[in-house]
């Protein structure tokens, strides 16, 4: 088997759970509450935004010239494309920049984002690059699946055909096959960190649904004055 295939399986569970999540179904069915998609949308700006920053980063530290031309052209893409579109929700959706930066990061979206980075710090750029793939992977297959039925809600709806294009499902294409590659080559410790990388990111895509249908949020912790310190 391929990297990518091997890796798809042993992920499968969480990528099922992805597609059949309430925040999908409901999404699709146009009943998602806007204030779930909102919190959805605050979220995911955090998350795209170090997307961006994490493919550059790993474009510049590979050694491999088609990876690091790829890394840079994505990051390039991200910022001019996905993140306009997220600008243009946000202005439809009257989010400002005072409601962006009064939101915190939630959990789930911080643990994800650290995720990524520690492969890239502790790991390898092609381990960094596997914990990268589920993201567009998931996305362009959730996509590809939403928009035969569609949505009802307008807004849902133009979510949902940002990732049901060709180019999206070229890309992901593109990505795999550099992944197997890279995968075949390197040596078995590596190979593991790859699929541990892809794996855990698949859990974390699966959380990320789950943090925004409870709004998730970081516990209070003790209230003040109530510890007394010796």
Same mark, same amino acid.
């Given at each position: ?45 955090? &998350? ?10 790993? *474009?510049? $530290? +590979?050694?491999?010239? %088609?990876? /690091?031309? =790829? ?84 807004? &849902? ?10 180019? *999206?499902? $070229? +890309?992901?294409?593109? %990505?795999? /096959?550099? =992944? ?51």
């Amino acid at each position: 088997m391929t990297f990518t295939q091997k890796a798809r399986a042993y992920a499968d569970p969480y990528w099922e759970g992805s597609f059949e999540h309430p925040f999908i179904l409901e999404l699709a069915k146009g009943t998602l509450a806007p204030e779930i998609f909102r919190y959805y949308l605050l979220q995911d700006r955090y &998350y795209l935004e170090h997307f961006s920053k994490l493919y550059r980063l790993i *474009g510049e $530290a +590979a050694e491999d010239s %088609e990876v /690091r031309e =790829l890394m840079l052209v994505n990051s390039q893409h991200l910022a001019e494309g996905e993140m306009a579109i997220r600008e243009a929700f946000f202005k439809e959706l009257g989010i400002t920049e005072e409601e962006v930066a009064a939101t915190p990061v939630a959990p789930a979206a911080y643990n994800y984002v650290s995720h990524m980075y520690r492969q890239l710090a502790a790991g390898t750029p092609n381990t960094a690059f596997a914990g990268m793939l589920p993201c567009p992977w998931l996305y362009q297959e959730i996509g590809e699946r939403l928009i035969v039925m569609g949505s009802p809600n307008p807004l &849902y709806q133009r979510w949902i055909a940002t990732y049901a294009g060709e180019e *999206g499902r $070229a +890309a992901v294409a593109n %990505e795999r /096959r550099i =992944l197997d590659r890279l995968y075949a080559a390197a040596p078995s410790d590596e190979q593991e960190q790859m699929l541990t990388a892809f794996y855990i990111s698949s859990q974390m895509e699966y959380l990320f649904w789950e943090m925004a249908m409870t709004l998730e949020s970081w516990p209070q912790g003790a209230a003040i004055g109530a510890i007394e310190l010796a």
